[in-house]
């Protein structure tokens, strides 16, 4: 039952399921550590899952994932609420932190580097310290495992963390198919009979993730960080992209950036800044204003465009640009996509 329930979740992409056994066993491994009295501590990329609602997400974020690490959860919340405390006694009493779709999530990019750097702590960093109310800080390092479970609608998508070299190979996100035309018969009361068969193969589930399940070689991290080498659906990289605040830029470049002759334009973060600040109706400048709040974070969009449209985007200190520097400062070329049929003749 779980293992039908689980493969056709995964279905969309054949590699996700192996993939996604592969962490689920390389976690349930270190917290056992070969049944000593303290779980392995171990690097781990945080697992996004990404579907629509009513998918049967929450069935295993609720009913599987916890019992595979004793049973505890809890809500990862104030790890990612920028006006929050850093109290965080609750979390210390679950081995399982899940984060959804909560209020506390913003798309902003200062945001989304803030949620990016509390990932990569989470991740590699072995957690946080141990602060109750009223109390001291302790430095206890605790055993956590945080998931996420996220709908596939835009403005949900917008706050995963950034895709930066930094911070990319720390999260994995999978694409979580729907329910309906499963394995499960949701006919009414399905869901007491089938949650009493789960239970009932739990103990034989954790004893495979345990004891059985191999992690073949060609799904191994080619680097030996991680258990698994990193993952992020093809779909949900797409339409992150679709819908990101880089793709807005390049809208914006395309459509108010205007050149001599159609030649590249040439120049500094700040100057382009302040040119598209200006640049098009107030339309296009509020939401200029709104997307890309200062030059810092122009930056740091322009290296994610250089990234991925390396045509369209350069950096004069990365890439095959004669000269390097222009006033004694490295600058930016970017090359607009305004050209029309009509433009040539």
């Known amino acids: 039952t779980i293992r039908e329930f689980l493969a056709h979740a995964m279905h969309s992409d054949p590699i996700q399921y192996p993939l996604f056994l592969g ?26 899952i990404v579907g ?15 019992m595979l690490f004793g049973g505890r959860r809890a809500k990862a919340n104030p790890l990612f609420d920028p006006k929050g405390s850093d109290f965080n006694s609750e979390m210390h009493q679950a081995e399982v932190l899940i984060l959804d779709d909560a209020a506390v999530l913003e798309s902003g990019h200062k945001y989304r580097h803030m949620m990016s750097e509390t990932v990569k702590e989470v991740s590699v960093g072995g957690g946080m310290d141990y602060h109750g109310k009223f109390g001291d800080k302790l430095a206890i390092q ?3 495992r945080l998931w996420r479970m996220l709908n596939d609608e835009a403005d949900t998508l917008a706050t995963l963390p950034l895709l930066d070299d930094s911070v990319a190979d720390k999260w994995i996100a999978f694409l979580w198919s729907p329910m309906p035309g499963g394995p499960v018969d949701m006919s ?54 679709e819908d990101s605040t880089e793709n807005a830029l390049l809208h914006k470049l ?26 098009g109706s107030t339309t296009s400048q509020r939401r200029f204003m709104k997307f890309c709040a200062s030059p810092r974070i122009l930056t740091a969009q322009l290296k994610t465009l250089e990234k991925d ?37």
Request: glycine letters at 6%; hydrophobic letters at 35%.
């Open 23 to 48: 962490i689920l066993s390389a976690d349930v491994r270190n917290y056992r550590n070969n049944g000593q009295r303290r779980s392995r501590q171990a690097p781990y990329q945080v697992p996004h």
């Open 52 to 66: 629509q609602g009513n998918a049967g997400k929450t069935i295993f974020a609720k009913y599987i994932l916890p």
């Open 142 to 144: 605790p055993w956590w």
């Open 188 to 241: 009414p009361g399905w869901f007491d009979k089938w949650i009493k068969k789960v239970k009932s193969e739990l103990p034989a589930f954790i004893h495979y993730l345990l004891h059985e399940h191999i992690i073949l070689p060609e799904h191994q991290d080619p680097f030996g960080r991680y258990a698994i080498k990193n993952y992020k659906n093809p779909d949900i990289i797409a339409r992150m992209k």
């Open 254 to 279: 395309d459509n108010d950036l205007v050149t001599f002759d159609d030649s590249p334009w040439e120049g500094t973060t700040g100057a382009l800044y302040d040119l598209l600040s200006d640049a």
């Open 309 to 345: 449209s390396p045509h369209r985007v350069q950096h004069s200190g990365r890439a095959d640009i004669i000269p390097k520097k222009r006033a004694g400062a490295h600058y930016w070329r970017i090359t607009t996509n305004n050209i029309s049929t009509e433009d040539c003749y």
